[in-house]
């Protein structure tokens, strides 16, 4: 019951590297979020899209950029990776904003800076 | 700092014993969600809460939306095996949701 994916699942990569993440989804939902979870920290927003082109920035944004040049992909650019980016990456999907629609995730991107 | 606060952090039952877990924060939400995770895998939406008061049932799982609307419960009727996972609870803001760290609760067989 795919519906969104998330690839690579797993990456490690070189600090001072550019890293992008890709997050595809067959719902066509407008709404599509880039979040990290760290322990202790749950899961922080990095950046959102509300439909094409139009992106916005989370609480975390710093050091990421995003591009949604399709309604299906949102991708999530680490411009120069640092070890403090080493987190497990969710995309997710939402069919509206706010609070009365939930979000669908994907299963994550596990990645590690080195 | 975080703005949704979960309690306990963690929690480790054996089968068949009830439990509760906390969502609290002193912010006003017009929504809260709670989301179970399991290993490896992205939060599943459980339910989701609009009204101050608010109670849903899913099979064993109790839900309530606190009266002012800042606070959130999940309770757990005869815990079995197959609840074990991570509980998150979100926020519903304008844009987005904020969650908190969540309650990893452990059931023993």
């Known amino acids: 019951d795919a519906g969104i994916t998330q690839s690579p699942r797993h990456k490690v990569t070189e600090t001072g590297t550019p890293v992008t993440l890709r997050c595809h989804q067959t719902?066509?939902?407008?709404?599509m979020y880039w979040y990290r979870q760290d322990p202790g920290h749950g899961l922080r927003l990095i950046h959102y899209?509300?439909?094409?082109?139009?992106?916005d920035k989370g609480e975390v944004s710093d050091g990421y950029s995003v591009s949604r040049s399709k309604t299906e992909d949102f991708l999530l650019t680490l411009e120069s990776a640092t070890s403090s980016q080493t987190s497990v990456y969710f995309c997710?999907?939402?069919?509206?904003?706010?609070?009365?629609?939930?979000?669908?995730f994907g299963s994550g991107t596990r990645l590690t800076v080195v | 700092t975080q703005l949704l606060e979960q309690s306990p952090q963690f929690l480790s039952i054996q089968e068949g014993e009830n439990l509760t877990v906390y969502c609290n924060s002193s912010?006003?939400?017009?929504?809260l969600q709670w989301y179970r995770q399991e290993p490896g895998e992205g939060p599943v939406l459980l339910v989701t809460?609009?009204?101050?008061?608010e109670v849903k049932k899913l099979k064993r799982l109790t839900f309530q939306f606190g009266d002012a609307r800042k606070d959130s419960s999940l309770h757990i009727t005869a815990a079995q095996p197959g609840d074990t996972g991570l509980y998150l609870c979100?926020?519903?803001?304008?844009?987005?949701?904020?969650f908190g760290a969540g309650t990893r609760l452990t059931v023993k067989p």
């Open positions: 997710a999907i939402s069919s509206g904003t706010g609070g009365n629609y939930g979000y669908t």
């Open positions: 719902e066509n939902h407008r709404y």
């Open positions: 899209s509300y439909g094409v082109k139009d992106t």
């Open positions: 912010s006003v939400f017009s929504s």
């Open positions: 809460v609009v009204t101050g008061g």
């Open positions: 979100a926020g519903g803001g304008n844009n987005d949701m904020r």
